[in-house]
């Protein structure tokens, strides 16, 4: 009896553990000053640490673009990141929307401006 409760118990961490495998992919468009301030150094760091796939970028609008590939628990840590940013940035704001996942980030970058 013990046995099958440990395997069910065992099985039950499993399913738990692939539900948080499950890759999805967010974009985040951050306003405020957030260029010029080492934001995209800063994103970048936050996201390599986490583990995360995906890009940050300057937009020509003065703001930022950050795409991310990870499991849903890792991207809410990043958005908070994201909205705390480096020592030289003011976060005005940090909107979040869903976004398909692109295969061909296997790693997080930083992209080319505008």
């Not at 809410?76 to 940013?85: S, W």
């Not at 480096?86 to 929307?97: C, D, F, Y």
């Amino acid at each position: 009896m013990a046995d099958i409760q440990k395997a069910k118990g065992r099985k039950a961490n499993q399913q738990a553990h692939e539900t948080n495998d499950v890759k999805i992919a967010k974009r985040f468009l951050i306003s405020g000053r957030v260029q010029g301030v080492g934001y995209r150094f800063f994103a970048e760091a936050a996201a390599n640490h986490l583990g995360l796939c995906g890009y940050v970028k300057n937009l020509g609008d003065g703001s930022v673009e950050a795409y991310a590939i990870g499991d849903e628990v890792l991207l809410e840590e990043f958005k908070r990141h994201l909205a705390a940013g480096p020592l030289g940035a003011r976060v005005r704001g940090v909107e979040e929307s869903e976004a398909p996942v692109i295969s061909r980030y296997n790693q997080f970058v930083i992209e080319g401006t505008w």
